[in-house]
Every structure is written in structure tokens, then in C-alpha cells.
């Protein structure tokens, strides 16, 4: 098979396939680039917003997510790190046990926090998956597909219509 010179030990394939393997080796020069141009936007914009369309579109489509009728992508922005307990003065009173206040996790990922928000936002949409796009110090940026169970065409499709 031909090879490709910009993906070196890689047989000729695809765009989505091409695309994957970029983000395998996310400290090449050309994605170091990309996502810090694309991180400087993402901060620029509100924490929940619409999409029009993925930045990862082979990822997406991984996910689940079909360029039709009836599917949205929103990207959501969390805060990164760990969970403050909300005490006054750092007074927890009780046992010694529990009288942590910095050094605490929170249960749960970033990512389902992200699709929690995705989901609290548009009440009318149903979360079909989620994934990572982006992230600096400060936040992570999700990409949430989400799904219209009120529209037609998702009514329609046999392999979309168990979520309606």
C-alpha cells in the first residue's frame, strides 16, 4: 500500500482514521498548535454553548453522533481540580477523621459533570455522549452530543429511537 507521507508507518487511510491517529500523539507540533489556538477561543466563550458543528468529527462519530436532523453538539467548560469543603473557617467540627478541607476528590469525572450541565441546560435534549476537546490549567472542554427526542427523524431511525 501507498504510503502517507505525513503519518510516518501508517498504510493509506482514511480522513477519520488520519484525523485519530493526530490525536493519538497530542504532543506533535501540529496539535500543540491547534489546541492552544483553540483553547485560547474556548475561554472566550461562555461555560455552555452551542456548537454548529464537532471539532473532532471522527470522535464524534464514534460517539454516536450522526450530521442530521435532530442532533446537537454543545461544548461545556468545568473548572479543573479537586473539591473545597464548604465550611466556614475551615471549622468541620466532629471527629478528627473529617476535618479535611483542602486535599478533598470529588466522586465523580469532569466529563459527567459536563454532560450533567449539557443535560440541566437543555431540558428538552437528551445527553447521548460526551468527550474531551480541550484543556490549559484552569478548565476542561467537553464536546456533548445531544440528541432531540421530540423530532421526527430521530423518531423515525430504529437505531436512534430507544432514547425518545
Known sequence: PRQDPGCEGFAAMGAYKYMEELYKKKQSDVLRFILRVRCWE???LT??????RPSRPDKARRM?????QGYVIYRI??????????????QT???????????LKFARKLRSVAEERAGRACGNLRVLNSYWINQDSTYKFYEVI???????????DPRINWIC
Open 93 to 103: 467540627y466532629g471527629k478528627p477523621k473529617t476535618h479535611g478541607v483542602n486535599q
Open 42 to 44: 474556548l475561554r472566550h
Open 47 to 52: 461555560a455552555i454553548h452551542r456548537a454548529s
Open 64 to 68: 454516536g453522533y450522526k450530521a442530521k
Open 146 to 156: 445531544m440528541v432531540d427526542p421530540s423530532h421526527k427523524a430521530i423518531r423515525k
Open 77 to 90: 467548560r468545568v473548572r479543573r481540580g479537586g473539591r473545597k469543603r464548604p465550611v466556614i473557617r475551615g
